[in-house]
């Protein structure tokens, strides 16, 4: 039996990065669906139920950093059928902001990490220790 392919979440406010995201990830074997924006992410998040989040930092209207307190939060009301707590689907911030400002974000919010947008071998090496799979 073949094992599921994981699935990745992409939520970024610019098409050409979702595109060239979507483009990369599947090229990994990843299935891979966009939300662009902040608006509608949650109910994305539900719908999808992705083995991983990538959210962009800096989005108009919402930052990633508060949508990915959102995202948590509907995590956690979530309906349930098994009597296990629910999964929390990691959530990583995808930016090309400063290294330092984003690990700090990942501390002051309780994600999971970062990975910096612009470095295509460092984002399948990263989306592949995420999701907890050899290379």
């Known amino acids: 039996m073949v094992p599921a392919r994981p699935t990745v979440l992409v939520i970024d406010d610019d098409s050409t990065h979702l595109y060239l995201t979507r483009s990369l990830l599947e090229d990994e074997g990843y299935r891979v669906h966009c939300h ?14 992705p083995d991983l989040v990538l959210l962009d930092v800096n989005m108009p209207g919402l930052s990633g950093e508060n949508l990915a307190q959102l995202l948590k939060r509907a995590q956690d009301r979530a309906p349930t059928r098994a009597p296990a707590a629910p999964r929390r689907v990691p959530i990583v911030l995808y930016s090309s902001n400063d290294e330092d400002a984003l690990r700090q974000s990942v501390l002051d919010h309780g994600l999971t990490g970062y990975v910096c947008k612009g470095d295509p071998p460092k984002l399948r090496e990263r989306v592949r220790a995420f999701l907890g799979r050899a290379p």
């Open 36 to 49: 662009q924006g902040a608006f509608g992410a949650t109910q994305c998040l539900m719908e999808v139920s």
